[in-house]
């Protein structure tokens, strides 16, 4: 019976978060008495504790800080965990002459991909290791490893506990799955943006230099260091988010490189609420928008231009818009941008801002855009303050 308790809560864990967990913990006198009761919380707190190593990935490492907490909600003698290639930790009894079998007790569940009941021969009399189940890890449905469960028999409650830990482990495994490929695509949209954004920008940056480099050498030596600086953030590799106040640097430094493009043609205003500048944010988030409004909205127009960016403290939210009284667009059309269904034309994707936005805050963080065909544009953007995940290192 004590199998099937555990059993019941470990098939519903995934759908707990384990602040959730912890409270349940906390109050475990509170909310029951009865061994039934107290046993479920206890797994609940078990399983919350073997989770987070195992969001990694199926490695040495978080096996074996995994490795007891299972072994706790399985009530075995010992376990013992396998990738495909190899044992990655074996914890509890007969470590010292049953742990180098180990990865031979997993070949056949590795091949296969079955359960698998195994007589487990020993010499020793006292040893409580005497028979093992070993069940496949998935991801994908993919064998990538194997759990295995020792003691002294194999009864069904075993059998039925290693397969549902086992099902709960897959789910741990496929979430780290999932970090790792938005960690990918993170990285991939970054590189993108940086596409996007450097021949054309590189290309007028050092135009407009080589055009101070005779009648104001000052000039270009100053415009020559902003562009280093400019590029240098662009193309550092590490790090998915930088503060607010880092973003609006490099902005600066551009619209710099702009300004002495432009001369008086671009005016800018910022207003800036100080309480948001330490506010974590993707990286790159905000320049694309920026260089859009100077490419898109004044590139293609007589007379001066106004570029206005706004950073607003709204309680537990911070709100930017970046807004320019230059051509803007048709509603419709932005609407397909947004939606992947067409390419904007040369330009830096506002859609590539919206994706990678999305992922990190959820869908009710994209971006908002006011235009019109000669009404200029207004992009708007919600981003929590904090958001779990989210940090400037």
Same mark, same amino acid.
Not at 79 to 106: C, M, P
Not at 163 to 172: I, L, M, P
Not at 183 to 202: C, D, G, K, N, Y
């Given at each position: 019976?004590?199998?099937?308790?555990?059993?019941?809560?470990?098939?519903?864990?995934?759908?707990?978060? &384990?602040?959730?967990?912890? +409270?349940?913990? =906390?109050?475990? !006198?509170? /909310?029951?008495? *009865?061994? %039934?009761?107290?046993? $479920?919380?206890?797994?609940?707190?078990?399983?919350?504790?073997?989770?987070?190593?195992?969001?990694?990935?199926?490695? &040495?490492?978080?096996?074996? +800080?995994?490795? =007891?907490?299972? !072994?706790? /909600?399985?009530? *075995?003698? %010992?376990?013992?965990? $396998?990738?495909?290639?190899?044992?990655?930790?074996?914890?509890?009894?007969?470590?010292?002459?049953?742990?180098?079998? &180990?990865?031979?007790?997993?070949?056949?569940?590795?091949?296969?991909?079955?359960?698998?009941?195994?007589?487990?021969?020993?010499?020793?009399?006292?040893?409580?290791?005497?028979?093992?189940?070993?069940?496949?890890?998935?991801?994908?449905?993919?064998?990538?490893?194997?759990?295995?469960?020792?003691?002294?028999?194999?009864?069904?409650?075993?059998?039925?506990?290693?397969?549902?830990?086992?099902?709960?482990?897959?789910?741990?495994?496929?979430?780290?799955?999932?970090?790792?490929?938005?960690?990918?695509?993170?990285?991939?949209?970054?590189?993108?943006?940086?596409?996007?954004?450097?021949?054309?920008?590189?290309?007028?940056?050092?135009?407009?230099?080589?055009?101070?480099?005779?009648?104001?050498?000052?000039?270009?030596?100053?415009?020559?260091?902003?562009?280093?600086?400019?590029?240098?953030?662009?193309?550092?590799?590490?790090?998915?988010?930088?503060?607010?106040?880092?973003?609006?640097?490099?902005?600066?430094?551009?619209?710099?490189?702009?300004?002495?493009?432009?001369?008086?043609?671009?005016?800018?205003?910022?207003?800036?609420?100080?309480?948001?500048?330490?506010?974590?944010?993707?990286?790159?988030?905000?320049?694309?928008?920026?260089?859009?409004?100077?490419?898109?909205?004044?590139?293609?127009?007589?007379?001066?231009?106004?570029?206005?960016?706004?950073?607003?403290?709204?309680?537990?939210?911070?709100?930017?818009?970046?807004?320019?009284?230059?051509?803007?667009?048709?509603?419709?059309?932005?609407?397909?941008?947004?939606?992947?269904?067409?390419?904007?034309?040369?330009?830096?994707?506002?859609?590539?801002?919206?994706?990678?936005?999305?992922?990190?805050?959820?869908?009710?963080?994209?971006?908002?855009?006011?235009?019109?065909?000669?009404?200029?544009?207004?992009?708007?953007?919600?981003?929590?303050?904090?958001?779990?995940?989210?940090?400037?290192?």
């Amino acid at each position: 019976m004590e199998y099937l308790v555990g059993v019941a809560v470990v098939a519903v864990l995934v759908s707990v978060p &384990a602040i959730v967990l912890w +409270r349940v913990m =906390r109050g475990r !006198r509170e /909310l029951g008495t *009865s061994p %039934a009761e107290r046993a $479920t919380f206890e797994t609940l707190h078990t399983a919350s504790l073997a989770g987070p190593p195992l969001r990694a990935g199926l490695t &040495a490492d978080g096996a074996e +800080r995994a490795s =007891r907490h299972l !072994r706790a /909600l399985l009530g *075995s003698a %010992a376990v013992a965990i $396998t990738d495909s290639e190899r044992l990655l930790v074996y914890d509890g009894a007969g470590d010292d002459h049953h742990a180098a079998a &180990a990865f031979e007790h997993a070949e056949a569940t590795l091949q296969d991909g079955r359960t698998q009941v195994l007589t487990i021969e020993c010499d020793l009399l006292e040893c409580p290791i005497r028979q093992a189940v070993v069940v496949p890890l998935t991801t994908d449905d993919r064998v990538v490893g194997a759990l295995a469960a020792y003691g002294q028999n194999a009864s069904a409650g075993l059998v039925r506990a290693a397969q549902e830990v086992a099902g709960w482990v897959d789910s741990q495994l496929e979430l780290a799955e999932l970090d790792r490929s938005r960690t990918l695509l993170m990285e991939a949209e970054v590189r993108a943006l940086r596409a996007q954004i450097s021949p054309h920008f590189v290309y007028n940056s050092l135009t407009t230099i080589a055009s101070f480099v005779r009648t104001d050498p000052e000039r270009a030596r100053e415009l020559l260091l902003e562009f280093a600086d400019f590029t240098r953030y662009s193309f550092r590799r590490h790090g998915e988010f930088t503060t607010l106040a880092e973003e609006l640097r490099s902005i600066d430094r551009y619209l710099i490189l702009e300004r002495a493009r432009f001369g008086d043609q671009l005016q800018v205003t910022l207003r800036i609420a100080p309480e948001v500048l330490p506010v974590a944010v993707p990286f790159l988030c905000l320049q694309p928008l920026v260089e859009n409004a100077v490419r898109h909205g004044l590139e293609s127009r007589n007379g001066v231009g106004r570029i206005t960016i706004v950073a607003e403290d709204v309680g537990a939210e911070c709100r930017i818009s970046v807004e320019d009284d230059g051509l803007g667009m048709d509603p419709d059309r932005l609407r397909r941008i947004l939606a992947g269904d067409i390419a904007p034309k040369g330009g830096v994707g506002l859609a590539n801002v919206d994706e990678r936005l999305r992922h990190v805050y959820g869908d009710d963080y994209g971006l908002s855009v006011e235009t019109g065909a000669g009404a200029g544009t207004k992009v708007n953007i919600r981003l929590p303050k904090y958001h779990p995940g989210v940090s400037a290192r």
